[in-house]
């Protein structure tokens, strides 16, 4: 259950931006953002819990016309025209959190599973696209 953890102070060592390149040219920009971590203590270690969000940026090598709303979740999924989309990794980073109770290190790197193309555009010109990845956790015990 989780009254049995309890919430854990962290500082944000390093948190950037993860950066690739999708076979249409467009530029893609991901960021992992920890919001929150909760912690139990279990035998031989920590079980720990995460709450966080991705902030995703596109960049398209072609502006079209700008959408003139916001599109439903499932009007989204409706208008893929591409499923599983190649792409380049030019960036791809471990962010770094500090627990502050014992200074011992939390270690995240977001991976693209997989990048869906849509047929729609934003409020920008640029595409939609439905992406698809996992953060990987590991954690480092304190520093002596």
């Given amino acids: 259950m989780l009254k049995e953890y309890e919430y854990i102070d ?4 390093n948190e950037d931006w993860n950066e690739y390149e999708i ?20 035998p031989g270690g920590y079980d720990f819990r995460f709450n966080s969000n991705n902030v995703i940026s596109v960049h398209s090598t072609k502006i079209h016309e700008p959408a003139d709303r916001k599109y439903m979740p499932q009007e989204l999924i409706d208008s893929i025209i591409k499923m599983d989309m190649n792409y380049k ?14 200074k011992s290190e939390i270690m995240v790197k977001l991976v693209i599973a997989s990048i869906q193309k ?20 590991k954690a480092a015990p304190k520093k002596r």
């Fill in 10 to 13: 962290f500082k944000t060592i």
């Fill in 23 to 42: 076979e249409d040219g467009t530029k893609l920009k991901i960021k992992f953002v920890m919001a929150k971590i909760l912690r139990k203590k279990i």
């Fill in 89 to 102: 990794v030019e960036k791809e980073v471990w962010n770094k959190y500090q627990i502050k109770k014992d």
């Fill in 118 to 137: 849509s047929s729609k555009y934003d409020e920008f010109g640029d595409p939609y696209y439905n992406i698809k990845a996992q953060p990987i956790f």
